[in-house]
């Protein structure tokens, strides 16, 4: 079975310079910045017929403009238990509206609803039980001013996950253009 989910592609300029605050944490373990990405809908482990519906769905999703995508600051998920440091993302009312289009597309298609409120970010790190939350929070403070990185979004993805600790690598299943078409040869994504 394939761990689907569906979410935003990390233009590579902005990967690069995420890539910057990768390191000087104990216990973490770094994404790869070609897997970095906004998680829309998370399915996990589905059937073929699950993924077929979704990947329909998707395909007849509402015609949206490209979206404005703003990164604006490093913080992380867990408290007291520190589990991932991520770049935070605006949550704008577009890129709210499309998730939670994304969440109907998936419940239709005959998944659980999902319990977890939207936070969008982009992981940069999955921490274990080394990733103190002294060690987190000397390691943010450390990372300086966070410059605010701006894309724009001209497609969703579906997204298989490869078996692995961590997550990734990614791999885009299909693409979903948004009115203005796919990203031009320059734009590529990952």
């Not at 939207?118 to 001013?145: D, I």
């Amino acid at each position: 079975m394939p761990r689907l989910f569906t979410g935003l592609e990390i233009p590579a300029e902005v990967a690069e310079r995420l890539a910057f605050f990768r390191g000087g944490l104990p216990g973490a373990r770094w994404i790869e910045p070609s897997d970095y990405h906004v998680t829309l809908r998370f399915l996990g482990e589905v059937d073929d017929g699950l993924a077929a519906d979704v990947d329909a769905g998707l395909q007849e999703a509402r015609v949206r403009a490209p979206l404005t995508v703003t990164l604006d600051g490093l913080a992380s998920f867990g408290g007291d238990r520190p589990r991932a440091l991520y770049a935070s993302v605006v949550p704008t009312p577009e890129l709210i509206d499309l998730q939670e289009e994304h969440e109907r597309i998936a419940r239709r298609a005959g998944a659980a609803p999902e319990r977890r409120k939207f936070t969008p970010h982009v992981t940069l790190a999955r921490l274990n039980r080394g990733a103190s939350p002294e060690a987190v929070a000397r390691r943010l403070t450390e990372a300086g001013v966070f410059p605010r990185l701006i894309f724009v979004a001209r497609r969703a993805a579906l997204f298989s996950a490869r078996t692995s600790r961590g997550g990734g690598p990614y791999l885009v299943e299909a693409a979903y253009p948004f009115a203005a078409g796919g990203f031009p040869p320059d734009e590529a994504g990952p």
